[in-house]
């Protein structure tokens, strides 16, 4: 069964802003759903994974613009710098529909409330006026 501590959820926020700085523009929403997901809202970055959307949920498995960055950031969300026993664990088998992690990594840019700001648009908005 999924589960995700609060202090291993503590460890990755910090990698998060360790890795994101907020003096780059980077802004996120950070919080643990039902004890077995962690939900990552972007609200602001410099750079858009999906052009024009305010608000949207991002499959870890696809590709996006910017994919190094999205990778990296969902390697940190599975845990990978925790360590091989610490990390999240995927031993699921979708053909007999069974279904093993450690816990669930659901990432979203921008949210339903707050949408998703480019730092990068703003600014050059600004040099505009």
Known sequence: MAYL???K???IKAEIKKQFPKKQGWKFSIRVRHHS???VN???APVEFVEGKTWCSLN?????????IFKKLVGICNGNFLGEDESNFND???MTDYFSVGWYVNIEQGSFDKPFVNVNSVTEKMKLL
Do not use: F, G, M, V
């Open 5 to 7: 501590s609060q202090e």
């Open 9 to 11: 959820a503590k460890l």
């Open 37 to 39: 997901t962690l939900c």
């Open 42 to 44: 972007i609200l602001s």
């Open 60 to 68: 870890n498995y696809s590709s996006y613009n910017h994919d190094d």
């Open 92 to 94: 699921s088998d979708p």
